[in-house]
């Protein structure tokens, strides 16, 4: 018996300690725990806790920005609840499968799942998951260009979190409120929901979340004409992305800070940062991010007549929207090309 009983105090020990550094933002220590801890589960053998462990690891890999890998993670938890009869698991890992197609840009897909989520946690009464599970749907619905529907959505998320005392979660309601104003080209408005969601983050410590918050408010600094203020708050968010080893958000922060330092203009600083970003974006092998960044380096390029380096950069990104089969994708890199 004690050799199980073991078994059964690491795993405890390794999901506490997975699910203390994903709160804490620290996304390359929680995809390495989560492995672990999957390896644990299958050891032991438990399928509830292998369901458990495969969720987890879907939302490292999700995390750390690698959305193709989360969701046979996700795919193999949902089958585990089914076979269980776990039902709040199989809405967990739906949800989560809406969130990673969304990721993707597949909306229709990810629709479905959360659908699929929302039917399961109305029926068993879970306040907090529908609220995560109708969250997601308000962001697609701001993705999919209909920010008014996202915002009635965002208001009726925030009353519930409200009514459950949930006052970390408002913060990411206000982002995400901000964030459909933005859309809509209302800078002013967004910006003010975003320095609501600020002092909550603070108020919590959560970094990460703060983070987040800093990188929106830097991000409309640049919508409304102020690329010096953002530039100062980016490297803020630099900071506090390199505190909690988050590479992912380190790399997006680099890609950031070289757009802005596009606007201003400092051409050569926003190369060297687009720079930085790929390399990162290479190395967790991020490669919505890395399009994301050869084609802001390519712009760059583009806007001083540098063609054939412009050209460099858009084939690289095709390359890769090519391996990744991004139809949506595709089309905008060879919008970009057309237009050198």
């Known amino acids: 018996m004690t050799k199980p009983l073991n078994q059964l105090k690491d795993w405890e020990q390794s999901f506490q300690a997975a699910n203390y550094c994903y709160k804490q933002g620290k996304f390359q220590e929680y995809l390495q725990i989560a492995r672990e801890n999957l390896h644990l589960a299958r050891a032991i053998p438990d399928r509830a806790k292998e369901g458990y462990a495969l969720n ?46 969304s990721r993707l840009s597949k909306y229709d897909i990810a629709l479905q799942y959360l659908e699929k989520s929302l039917q399961i946690l109305r029926k068993l009464e879970d306040i907090p998951g529908e609220i995560s599970s109708l969250n997601e749907v308000a962001l697609i619905y701001t993705k999919l260009g209909e920010p008014k529907r996202a915002l009635l959505l965002h208001h009726q998320i925030l009353n519930m979190r409200q009514f459950i005392g949930d006052f970390s979660g408002e913060a990411v309601t206000l982002n995400g409120i901000g964030f459909a104003y933005s859309v809509q080209g209302k800078f002013k408005t967004a910006l003010k929901y975003f320095q609501q969601a600020l002092p909550i983050q603070k108020a919590v410590k959560n970094l990460s979340g703060e983070a987040i918050t800093l990188n929106n408010v830097a991000s409309t600094y640049c919508d409304l004409g102020k690329p010096k203020q953002a530039l100062l708050l980016y490297h803020l968010v630099l900071l506090a992305r390199q505190t909690l080893n988050d590479r992912a958000g380190e790399a997006a922060t680099l890609n950031n800070i070289g757009y802005t330092y596009s606007l201003i203009p ?47 950069c858009y084939d690289n990104a095709q390359d890769l929207a090519k391996q990744m089969e991004n139809q949506p994708l595709l089309k905008k890199v060879q919008q970009f090309i057309d237009n050198i």
């Open 56 to 101: 987890n690891l879907g939302l490292a890999y999700l995390s750390c920005c690698q959305p193709q890998k989360a969701l046979d993670y996700f795919h193999q938890a949902v089958n585990i609840a089914v076979e269980l009869g776990y039902q709040q698991g199989e809405a967990i890992a739906l949800s989560n499968l809406g969130s990673t197609y």
């Open 266 to 312: 400092n051409n050569y600083k926003a190369i060297k940062f687009y720079k930085q970003a790929i390399a990162i974006y290479q190395e967790l092998g991020d490669g919505l991010g890395e399009i994301s960044a050869w084609l802001n380096l390519g712009n760059l390029y583009a806007t001083t007549k540098r063609k054939k380096l412009a050209r460099s």
